[in-house]
């Protein structure tokens, strides 16, 4: 943790020429919590980087509630509310991302669903959701469910979001990232997901069993990309739900980063309760509570993310 909060800080245009313990005067744990605070509550004054083109990205991990829709929302929304233009497409049945961007998806709801048959545009299907003026979502409703099986006999049933999400539509609704909240599952629906991406975000939750299946989603990962979609990586993997109480947390992080290298987030998002709490009411933990740690850990992914995709337009 303490390397996150050292770059969040001088990220946040504090100066850090003393180092804590040197000069406790001049840089205290609280001033590094204050920058980071200023960071969600003020982020006009901190607008992060628009890539120099449009980042797709999946969030996928067939593991249940290691954080996926969790993460999707509040880095979409971190990004939003830092200048950048952003669309969810909820993916998954039980509608969690819609719930928490605070966007329609009750049964019958103009949904992914009516997307991915070809039936409606995406203009006809996303909503803007209440967190920011900058955020779009497509919801998914529980018509969802059955999406699955009516795909299999479907042409190019692996293709249907990636030939709904072509460039005109995206264009139109000027968006500069495209998040894709997966299902916990392998399906086609994943399948889908991961054929219209370029990049993979991989939530690992630090508990036990955190790299259970992973060794499947990666080797599904590498399928897709030598038959359906060359240019599909494993752009990003964020480590959640750290509780710094526990060495096996610690131990997690360590081995995540082993095998993982710099594809790895530096942040760490902690176990908060206000990140729970936030869908309750509609809300992500940005519009929650702003100041909470949750927050301030997701809005330091997203400008990580955000500065990751600025770099590679440079090169
Ligand atoms: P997934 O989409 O992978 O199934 P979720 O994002 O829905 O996972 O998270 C699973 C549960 O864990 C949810 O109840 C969510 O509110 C909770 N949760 C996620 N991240 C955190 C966190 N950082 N701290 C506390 N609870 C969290
Ligand atoms: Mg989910």
Request: proline share 4%.
């Amino acid at each position: 943790m303490a390397d996150t909060r050292t770059r969040s800080a001088s990220e946040a245009g504090v100066s850090r020429e003393t180092t804590r313990g040197e000069s406790p005067g001049e840089w205290t744990p609280i001033a590094e919590e204050a920058a980071r605070a200023a960071q969600v509550l003020h982020p006009d004054r901190y607008s992060m980087p628009r890539p120099s083109t449009r980042r797709v990205l999946t969030v996928a991990n067939q593991k249940g509630g290691v954080g996926k829709t969790t993460s999707t929302v509040n880095i979409a929304a971190a990004l939003a509310l830092h200048g950048v233009q952003v669309l969810v497409v909820d993916l998954d049945p039980q509608g969690n991302a819609s719930t928490a961007l605070d966007v329609e998806h009750r049964s019958g709801t103009l949904s992914v669903y009516e997307l991915l048959l070809g039936e409606l545009t995406l203009r006809q299907t996303v909503a803007r959701s209440s967190a920011s003026p900058n955020l779009w979502c497509v919801p998914a409703t529980i018509d969802l469910a059955g999406a699955e099986i009516e795909l299999v006999s479907m042409v190019a049933r692996e293709q249907r979001l990636k030939q709904a999400l072509t460039a005109e539509a995206l264009d139109d609704l000027g968006v500069d990232y495209v998040l894709i909240d997966c299902p916990p599952s392998l399906g086609l629906l994943t399948v889908n997901a991961l054929v219209a991406a370029e990049e993979v975000l991989i939530p690992i939750q630090c508990e036990y069993y955190a790299l259970e299946g992973l060794g499947q989603l990666l080797s599904n990962i590498d399928l897709v990309r030598r038959h359906l979609n060359r240019g599909l990586h494993v752009s990003t993997i964020l480590l959640t739900m750290y509780d710094g109480r526990t060495k096996l947390a610690d131990q997690v992080t360590t081995e995540v980063r082993q095998h993982f290298g710099e594809t790895v987030l530096r942040t760490v998002i902690p176990r908060s309760v206000k990140v729970s709490e936030a869908p309750g009411f509609g809300k992500t933990v940005l519009g929650y509570d702003p100041g909470s740690r949750g927050a301030m850990s997701y809005v330091d992914a997203a400008r990580e993310i955000a500065e990751a995709g600025a770099r590679v337009g440079r090169q």
